[in-house]
């Protein structure tokens, strides 16, 4: 066996400098916890839609390969977004592959990719993995929205590869202005990704223009919808585009159970429809509520999270006294300049959210 030193000799030497000086993808320790952490639907399925999705996954045929085009999978999903004819899908394990496809297809020497931040910390992540220059241009301070003035400058300096947009926003939980959008569309020379993991708690989409803007790529997921474990995100885009990027996904991405399972439980889509409707109703009184505690400022939000900021005490110490409490959220005090002394909690059930408040009051009360 090689020494120690050896070892760390090889590693220095062969892995990429950025993969070196990368952090990994930190996923707290669940166990235990009420995990507000990670805007996770809340809500389990009704006892006979577990007793038919079992009876589905019976008829898997686990012995063969996946179907590699997901064709069925994707009429269900075609049809749940009123996907036009002449647009097509490419699935993804979970839209964070996606996300990694779309920048290995752009890694060119000099590539840039854009995004506004504070952003989905995986913009970044895998830009930095595969050494393309990731180019932020700070949300405005007071609402969050974008800089339009800063957004126009840096798109004609850089002329990134990529822009992502969340559309609404991940940690912020704001929808963009649709002009700004628009008008990023009109000006940007590459591809345009409109992130749409909150859709199903957002009452707005950028779909219904793919028409006027070609290079513009919907990504959607089921994660947030309630299907996280499932792990299913599609892009949606002029053929073109995807058919170039269909070459770099490995074939069988997308596991039987996975699309067994995701083609089912969209069948069950009133099911899912109830559980983000009660979420959005949830979504308000939180925000309500914690606006009514005096020490706290919420933020307005389209998705299933609210993001807020705390006055008078350091944010981390209200985070540890609701983790020892059992209650985990995402702390955001050091993750860029615009979010600091604010916490984010994704909207639970009315029992984690009342928890949740009543526990943070008394930690705000000492
Ligand atoms: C959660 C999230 C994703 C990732 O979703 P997966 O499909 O679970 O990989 C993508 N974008 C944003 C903005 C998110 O918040």
Redesign the pocket.
């Known amino acids: 066996m090689a020494s120690d030193s050896t070892m760390q000799q090889r590693i220095a030497e062969k892995l990429t400098p950025q993969l070196l000086s990368m952090q990994a993808y930190h996923v707290p320790d669940r166990k235990g916890l009420i995990k507000l952490d990670a805007?996770e639907n809340p809500y389990n399925w009704p006892p006979e839609m577990v007793d038919e999705w079992l009876d589905c996954l019976r008829q898997c045929t686990v012995n063969r390969y996946p179907d590699a085009g997901a064709a069925e999978l994707k009429q269900r999903l075609r049809q749940i977004d009123g996907v036009a004819d002449n647009l097509d899908l490419l699935l993804g394990n979970?839209?964070?592959e996606l996300i990694l496809l779309l920048l290995m297809a752009v890694a060119k020497p000099g590539a840039t990719v854009l995004a506004p931040t504070p952003a989905?910390v995986?913009y970044k992540q895998i830009a930095d993995s595969l050494g393309i220059t990731f180019i932020d241009v700070p949300l405005r301070s007071d609402d969050f929205g974008l800089d339009m003035p800063a957004m126009r400058l840096a798109i004609e300096q850089h002329q990134p590869s990529v822009i992502f947009l969340?559309y609404p926003n991940?940690p912020t939980g704001n929808l963009f202005s649709h002009s700004d959008m628009l008008e990023i569309l009109q000006c940007a020379p590459g591809i345009v990704v409109s992130?749409e993991?909150y859709a199903p708690f957002a009452d707005a989409s950028m779909l219904f223009v793919q028409d006027t803007y070609p290079s513009l790529l919907v990504m959607r997921?089921v994660?947030?919808l309630g299907l996280?474990g499932l792990?299913l995100?599609y892009l949606i885009g002029h053929p073109a585009w995807i058919q170039q990027l269909d070459k770099i996904r490995l074939p069988y991405n997308i596991n039987t159970l996975t699309q067994v399972s995701a083609e089912f439980a969209l069948s069950k889509q009133s099911v899912f429809d109830q559980q983000s409707r009660q979420i959005k109703r949830d979504r308000e009184q939180l925000i309500e509520a914690l606006n009514t505690l005096g020490r706290c400022h919420a933020f307005p939000s389209s998705a299933n999270f609210v993001l807020f900021h705390v006055d008078g005490i350091p944010v981390t110490e209200v985070f540890e006294s609701l983790k020892d409490n059992a209650i985990l959220v995402k702390n955001l005090n050091t993750s860029h300049p615009l979010t600091r002394n604010c916490l984010r909690v994704t909207v639970g059930t009315s029992e984690q959210n009342k928890l949740f408040l009543d526990n943070l009051r008394m930690i705000l009360e000492v």
């Open positions: 805007m979970g839209s964070d989905f995986m969340a991940n992130d993991a997921t994660s947030k996280a792990r995100g």
